[in-house]
T-cell receptor, first 114, second 114 residues
Framework: AQSVTQLGSHVSVSEGALVLLRCNYS??????LFWYVQYPNQGLQLLLK??????LVKGINGFEAEFKKSETSFHLTKPSAHMSDAAEYFC????????????FGKGTMLLVSP | GAGVSQSPSNKVTEKGKDVELRCDPI?????LYWYRQSLGQGLEFLIY????????KSGLPSDRFSAERTGGSVSTLTIQRTQQEDSAVYLC????????????FGSGTRLTVV
């Protein structure tokens, strides 16, 4: 069975500071990994994904994540936070490329202060 | 359509009433998924459709929950005899055949049972 752990239900940063949101996963097969962002009263928007190949993945809005198999991690980073980055972020894992459900972490609320 | 459309966006219902939630997937997407997002539980998978059939109903929490899909397009999630613990945001996602891990999500239906 697959699972996802996101460390920290809330992360607070100042505008311009580094953003680091942590995600660790458990999977019995090579995983596909995702980060989604959810703004208030909206659905989930895909930020970035890792399927195969390069382990450093770049996404939208300046975010990136690195797949580290030895650490079973897929942490999300952004060098400089903007106020508009304030939202809830979800890490997710799936185990196959055909039919697959997503298993989500509990989410991390990112708070950005001026 | 251009995106996944869900209706209503908000629904308040009295305990014990039945509710129907609708999802209109992206045109051409044969796979359709329902998830539930509730406080303290995060995002949970409910049911998956491939065309009109539902090979995986493993996430439905009780027999009060059912779903159908007609014409390989619109899906309806029905909750009978609603309980307060059913209050949550119900999210629908769709994907192309063979690309199940690339979900596109709708904005969700916020259900409040009073």
């Amino acid at each position: 069975a697959q699972s996802v752990t996101q460390l920290g239900s809330h992360v607070s940063v100042s505008e311009g500071a580094l953003v680091l949101l942590r995600c660790n996963y458990s999977s019995s097969v090579p995983p596909y990994l995702f980060w989604y962002v959810q703004y208030p009263n909206q659905g989930l928007q895909l930020l970035l994904k890792y399927t195969t190949g390069a382990t450093l993945v770049k996404g939208i809005n300046g975010f990136e994540a690195e797949f580290k198999k030895s650490e079973t991690s897929f942490h999300l980073t952004k060098p400089s936070a903007h106020m508009s980055d304030a939202a809830e972020y979800f890490c997710a894992v799936s185990e196959s490329s055909g039919y697959s459900t997503l298993t989500f972490g509990k989410g991390t609320m990112l708070l950005v202060s001026p | 359509g251009a995106g996944v459309s869900q209706s209503p966006s908000n629904k308040v219902t009295e305990k014990g009433k039945d509710v129907e939630l609708r999802c209109d997937p992206i045109s051409g997407h044969t796979a359709l998924y329902w998830y539930r997002q509730s406080l303290g539980q995060g995002l949970e998978f409910l049911i998956y459709f491939q065309g009109n059939s539902a090979p995986d109903k493993s996430g439905l929490p009780s027999d009060r929950f059912s779903a159908e899909r007609t014409g390989g397009s619109v899906s309806t999630l029905t909750i009978q005899r609603t309980q307060q613990e059913d209050s949550a945001v119900y999210l629908c996602a769709s994907s192309l055949a063979g690309q199940g891990h690339f979900h596109t999500f709708g904005s969700g239906t916020r259900l409040t049972v009073v």
